[in-house]
Every structure is written in structure tokens, then in C-alpha cells.
């Protein structure tokens, strides 16, 4: 779950220094950058919530 954390909060600061550097040079580019790591990053964390509801909810008799 640590490694969850740490590539969130790595992600979070990749998001916010691509648009401070598309705010200081106005470079486009830098800011459709970090919109598409958001999406992304939205998607893989409602895999990961998603699988942690089919883990609680699934009940897998071995």
C-alpha cells in the first residue's frame, strides 16, 4: 500500500509542476501533459478501488 502512496504523491507532484511550468512559459503542451497523466492516474485508481471492492465483496471458498 506504500508503494500506492508513493506513486500518488509522485504522480500529484508531476501533475502540479507541469502546470506550473505550462503557467510560466506558456507552453501548451506541458499542460495537455499533465491532463493526460490525470486521466490516467484517475483510471488506475479506480482499478485499484475496484479491485479492492471485488476483494471485500467476493467470497472465494478454497
Known amino acids: 500500500m506504500w508503494l500506492l502512496r508513493f506513486l500518488a504523491v509522485l504522480t500529484a507532484t508531476g501533475i502540479a509542476v ?10 501548451r503542451r506541458y499542460l495537455q501533459l499533465s491532463w493526460r497523466a490525470l486521466r490516467y492516474a484517475l483510471l488506475v485508481a479506480l482499478l485499484v478501488f475496484a479491485l479492492l ?3 471485500r465483496v467476493a467470497v472465494i471458498p478454497l
Open 53 to 55: 471492492i471485488l476483494e
Open 18 to 27: 507541469g502546470v506550473a511550468v505550462s503557467l510560466l512559459t506558456g507552453d
